[in-house]
């Protein structure tokens, strides 16, 4: 029996739970459970789907390790030039972001650093390194993951609008016209020192790790190290 399916079920339960705890069951679960316990059952599926999906990656992997194309030279300094913006973008969306749980200020200054760049920037560092590893890698077992990881991300951030024009109104409707949901719609922008200079550590660090832990050599290090 392919192992193939399994994943791919694994992956969409990760995906779907997600989105249905984040949206139309958190409410009346939080009701039910209070915040504490809403977020004990949260973490509870997300741990077990994400078992469920590491699981299941093994023997796909197993079944079809050879990679469906060769990103070859071109696909690796893409992959590492988007890494290393993944990474700062990451970065910045740990400071000063009004889309985390009990961040929305009750004024919403104009956005600086990496929320010039995307009001979404933590979801698209993963949507970028959903793409980049199914670029790289491009087993079918990393592809079926990468697209779980990408939906996850770009679809949860349409979701997550929603969510705040709804509970915040016009707060997060003029957050919304002031920033972008795609990167560099409204203009190129720079991130702001932080993020550029603990991204870039992180990327190195992230990269330089790859290789160390026994995976394939990634970022410059696929070519220098």
């Known amino acids: 029996m392919s192992p193939f399916p399994g994943l791919a079920l694994a992956a969409a339960a990760f995906v779907g739970t997600h989105f249905a705890l984040s949206h ?4 009346p679960l939080v009701a039910r ?13 997300a741990f077990a789907t994400l078992g469920l999906t590491s699981h299941a ?13 060769d990103a070859g030279g ?12 993944a990474a700062v973008l990451f970065t910045g969306s740990l400071r000063g972001n009004p889309a985390l749980p009990g961040m929305a200020p009750d004024t919403f ?19 970028i390194w959903a793409f980049v590893h199914a670029l790289v890698v491009a087993t079918p077992a990393a592809v ?32 919304e016209a002031r920033t972008s949901l795609v990167p560099f719609a409204r203009g190129f922008a720079l991130p702001d020192g932080f993020a550029l200079v603990v991204g870039t550590i992180l990327w190195l660090a992230i990269t330089w790790a790859h290789g160390a832990l026994g995976y394939q050599r990634a970022g410059i290090f696929h070519f220098f190290g």
């Open 109 to 127: 200054p104009p956005p600086r650093g990496v929320f010039r760049i995307t009001r979404h920037p933590m979801n698209w560092a993963f949507a």
């Open 144 to 175: 079926i993951v990468s697209l779980a990881i990408a939906t996850l991300a770009l679809v949860g951030s349409l979701l997550q609008d929603r969510k705040k024009e709804a509970l915040l109104g016009d707060k997060w409707t003029g957050w």
């Open 57 to 69: 990656y093994g023997p796909a992997k197993a079944a079809a390790p050879a990679p469906m194309w």
């Open 74 to 85: 071109a696909g690796w300094w893409l992959a590492t030039a988007l890494m290393w913006l």
């Open 24 to 27: 139309p069951l958190r409410a």
């Open 33 to 45: 459970l209070g915040e504490k316990g809403f977020m004990a059952v949260y973490a509870l599926v």
